[in-house]
């Protein structure tokens, strides 16, 4: 079973940045399109952005000129950079593959954002 794995999680200061990175751990996402979720404490999932095969990306309107989603298909790998980090973006970061109806999510990676 291909599974995706996320990194870069982590404690970081308001203000301060991450880049989280998303990898399957098989096969390649190049004509994938790619998606980070978040889901805080007590909150439903949500759409922070996506990238598609051809590089079309969009953000939610929360993170827009804060965030940035991009791909290195060369190493198979989807980012998130994470700048200015608010105490509201604390969340777990989910990672998501779609390739026609064929979706696939990563176990998540927590993000925690102190005020």
């Known amino acids: 079973q291909v599974q995706l794995v996320e990194s870069g999680g982590g404690l970081v200061q308001a203000g301060g940045s991450l880049r989280l990175s998303c990898a399957p751990s098989?096969?390649?996402?190049?004509?994938?399109?790619m998606g980070w979720y978040r889901e805080a404490p007590g909150k439903q999932r949500e759409l922070v952005a996506s990238?598609?095969?051809?590089?079309?990306?969009n953000y939610a309107d929360s993170v827009e000129g804060r965030f940035t989603i991009s791909r290195d298909n060369a190493k198979n790998t989807v980012y998130l950079q994470m700048n200015s980090l608010k105490f509201e973006d604390t969340a777990v970061y989910y990672c998501?593959?779609?390739?026609?109806?064929?979706?696939?999510w990563g176990q998540g990676t927590l993000v925690t954002v102190s005020s």
């Open positions: 990238i598609s095969s051809d590089g079309t990306t």
């Open positions: 098989g096969g390649r996402i190049s004509r994938n399109t």
């Open positions: 998501k593959s779609r390739f026609f109806t064929v979706e696939r």
